[in-house]
DNA sequence: TTAATTATTAGTAAGCGTTATCGATAAAAT
DNA sequence: ATTTTATCGATAACGCTTACTAATAATTAA
């Protein structure tokens, strides 16, 4: 008996859709603001979070809480995992699922009723791997904090 | 050649250090301020949140950056996972460590250098499982956010 | 021991990402 | 046509965290 609001396409939502949907990289809401606003300069931040909370809810969008950073948002709705690296910042998402026998582990172990997986992984990708090699700046004490542009 | 800074045992960071040791669940900052502000009533929150930064930094304790949720703070160092009670609240260890044979798949598969993992389960905790039962909260649209206490 | 340096403090302001409030507007329902 | 409702842009408020300040106490250097 859950009572589901209608949603209106507004020009609004139909644009941070489609915006949200090009950027490969699941983006902030504000870097899907800056997107936005390049068709919309008048659209506000605070509309880009109703419609998107409101595109999450209708199961359009995902949303991902981030550990410690800002919340990003996701069009692949499936149940998956993310990778990031710690020097570009890059979030991949991840193909290889959890085994079920872990899971299966976890439920004997604790007597949880799990509702939702969240894992995230930090490393540094192929790509800065290369150039951390050929560039050295293990100099600075944090590798992670002065090379993240 | 790290320069690890001198750090000085004060006794608002001893007893930041005792009271923390003394809760069995993650607390977040301002709980143990509440905490500690019974010891020492002029304590501030500013004061709280920077020794638990040195502390950590120290790594004496760890800080625990959950999706979408305030900072927790942990005494068990040791890198281990966690599953959140999302009726209660409730924040427990998993004692379960992920397989090894599937860190080394995502290695293969991604390419990255993985540098931690963070993991998080929610669901519900046996003891609220039992309430579930016993209470009905089934009429309201989404038992997580009413039932929460 | 005395003087200079440094870490730390309490108090408070600022920062940052997000949410709530508001009157106005336009789509949908009656 | 009239009412109802969702949505809008603008802006204020919110919650958590960090930064700034002058004062103080511990440490180091002279």
Redesign the pocket.
């Known amino acids: 008996m859950v009572h589901r609001?209608?949603?209106?396409m507004?020009p609004?939502?139909k644009i941070i859709l489609e915006e949200l949907r090009q950027l490969r990289f699941h983006p902030?809401?504000?870097e899907i603001y800056d997107r936005v606003r390049l068709r919309?300069p008048?659209?506000?931040?605070?509309?880009v979070?109703?419609?998107l909370?409101?595109l999450a809810a209708q199961g359009a969008i995902r949303k991902l809480d981030m550990a410690g950073s800002?919340?990003r948002f996701d069009v692949n709705t499936e149940l998956h995992h993310h990778i990031r690296c710690l020097r570009c910042g890059a979030l991949e998402d991840v193909s290889v699922g959890l085994p079920s026998s872990w899971e299966d582990m976890l439920v004997d172990t604790h007597g949880y009723d799990i509702q939702g997986v969240h894992l995230e992984i930090w490393g540094f990708c192929p790509k800065c791997l290369e150039d951390r090699d050929r560039v050295n700046c293990q100099e600075n004490t944090d590798h992670n904090e002065t090379c993240t542009h």
Request: glycine fraction near 4%.
């Open positions: 609001k209608f949603q209106r507004t609004q939502r902030t809401a504000d919309l008048r659209i506000s931040l605070g509309t979070y109703r419609n909370e409101s800002q919340r």
